[in-house]
């Protein structure tokens, strides 16, 4: 089995929000829509995988092999490249919080098509139609123990990715309406007490 390419480099984070992932042709030559596994070198379980969104050629990139836009990594920090498969980093749950917004099950249906086809990781707030979803957990298929899902903390959203969403900020509401004809008002003091018949 061949193993896949994968490059040393320096990362640059452009903090853009736009959640965009550069690469530089002459570091890494990989065409765009390709799926990446990049990983810390000073800490192995610190790692991401991103699709990459455009090649480009900016000088400013010229020491960096890659430019991302996520917290995971520092500017300067050495990471490793390498390709992965989607079915390596396919998740296979995404749950997802809103806060303070109503959102219908056509925007849920929405929400979920746009997401398909990206990388997505852990705590990632994501906005489409004016609608903020925050990642909270994603899951992926354990094949020793298929009964049981592995908690992984970045992975790549495809057709088969199911989507659970929960609501932060969610309350009820109960109204009672109660004929007088069916109580009994006794007042005591500052008490007032209903006697149902």
Not at 51 to 66: H, N
Not at 85 to 94: A, G, H, K, T
Not at 160 to 178: A, G
Request: hydrophobic share 35%; charged share 20%; with cysteine.
């Amino acid at each position: 089995m061949v193993s896949p390419p994968r490059w040393e480099c320096k990362i640059h984070c452009s903090n853009t929000a736009q959640d965009s992932v550069s690469l530089n042709q002459e570091r890494i030559p990989v065409p765009t829509g390709s799926l990446m596994k990049i990983t810390s070198k000073a800490n192995a379980t610190q790692y991401a995988y991103v699709k990459v969104t455009s090649v480009t050629e900016d000088p400013r990139l010229k020491g960096y092999g890659l430019s991302v836009d996520m917290g995971e990594f520092r500017t300067n920090e050495e990471v490793i490249v390498e390709m992965v498969e989607p079915n390596d980093c396919r998740i296979r749950l995404v749950e997802v919080s809103v806060s303070d917004q109503y959102v219908s099950r056509g925007d849920m249906w929405r929400l979920r098509k746009n997401f398909k086809g990206t990388c997505t990781y852990h705590k990632k707030y994501m906005v489409f139609s004016g609608i903020g979803v925050q990642v909270m957990a994603l899951y992926k298929s354990n094949p020793e123990n298929p009964e049981h899902d592995i908690v992984v903390t970045s992975g790549y959203i495809d057709e088969e990715t199911l989507f659970t969403f929960r609501t932060l900020s969610s309350y009820t509401q109960l109204f009672f309406q109660v004929a007088s004809s069916f109580l009994d008002h006794v007042f005591s003091q500052n008490h007032f007490l209903l006697i149902f018949r």
